[in-house]
């Protein structure tokens, strides 16, 4: 059976499921046995779920979603019913997000951007099925109570930014770990984005929400300002890579103007929320960046 085709007949459809589904409990079961290989199941289980997204029809995917969680929750029920939550539910979700963001065409920064979202929802919700439900057990106190930060007086916002930053991490790794692959199976993935006003729509949105989290539930606040970094850094390798004189000039005075109003405003921002002011760095890269896209480039065409 020639793995990487599409499957169009339902026998076709589950014996590739199966086959899918099997890899997944393997590496769930080794890495129980030895966690070092823990890493490894990070970026094996997203990719399996979006090999079964592009290959299958996606109206079974429910089965392989339901089928996969199932075996590996009885296999891991002897090990650790935590590890099977928190990596296997995500992965088969954010798994099909990259399928079919991959089918449509989505530029790379947006499909890590909101994979990173699927994946801290995603992350928020098993640990509180698992902590609520299933246990009264708290993993994350238990990590924090091991380092002596029990009495730390941000302990909510230091937890949401730690599964923020971990979930973006491991996007970030899935995601060019399931690029080099999938250039192996002849899909080609978008990396640019050419309609910049999806990022420009994600910035401006995540900046509101974080300035109105910051007056109505501030524990969200930082979370809020880190979601749009991702497309800042985006934005500005672009403006590098460009090598236009003018777009070096004008990201400098932007970094430089941002250090002197941090340095300003700090100390009228409430703590721990004072990383709330990496919104104006972000505005600021964000309307450099419309100009090089929307207003330079039309300049510099009517000069020719």
Not at 1 to 16: C, D, G, P, S
Not at 152 to 179: C, D, H, N, R, T
Not at 241 to 246: A, D, I
Not at 287 to 297: K, R
Request: glycine share 4%; charged share 10%.
């Amino acid at each position: 059976m020639e793995l990487f085709k599409k499957r169009e007949t339902v026998i076709q459809n589950i014996a590739y499921m199966a086959i899918m589904s099997a890899i997944n409990i393997i590496f769930v079961l080794l890495s129980n046995l030895l966690p070092v290989l823990l890493f490894l199941l990070i970026l094996i289980l997203p990719l399996t779920s979006t090999i079964v997204t592009l290959y299958c029809k996606k109206h079974y995917y429910p089965i392989y979603a339901i089928v996969t969680l199932g075996l590996c929750l009885a296999v891991a029920g002897a090990f650790s019913i935590f590890d099977a939550l928190v990596y296997v539910l995500p992965s088969l979700i954010v798994g099909f997000v990259f399928g079919i963001s991959f089918e449509k065409k989505m530029p790379a920064i947006l499909i890590i951007v909101g994979g990173a979202v699927v994946q801290f929802c995603l992350t928020h919700l098993t640990y509180f099925i698992f902590t609520k439900i299933i246990t009264n057990f708290d993993v994350m106190y238990g990590i924090i109570k091991l380092f002596g930060m029990s009495d730390f007086p941000y302990l909510a916002e230091l937890l949401l930014i730690f599964v923020y930053i971990i979930s973006l991490i491991q996007i970030v790794l899935s995601y060019i770990f399931i690029k080099i692959q999938i250039y192996k199976f002849g899909i080609d993935i978008n990396l640019g984005c050419k309609h910049r006003y999806l990022l420009y729509s994600v910035t401006i949105l995540c900046s509101g929400l974080g300035v109105l989290s910051y007056f109505y539930f501030p524990n969200w606040t930082i979370v809020f300002t880190l979601v749009p970094i991702p497309i800042y850094v985006y934005e500005v390798t672009q403006l590098i890579l460009k090598r236009r004189v003018l777009n070096y000039i004008l990201v400098v005075i932007a970094h430089f103007a941002f250090i002197f109003l941090f340095a300003f405003l700090y100390k009228f921002v409430s703590a721990p929320n004072q990383l709330v002011l990496l919104i104006a760095l972000t505005g600021l890269v964000t309307i450099i960046d419309f100009l090089d896209n929307y207003c330079f480039i039309q300049e510099s065409n009517n000069l020719k």
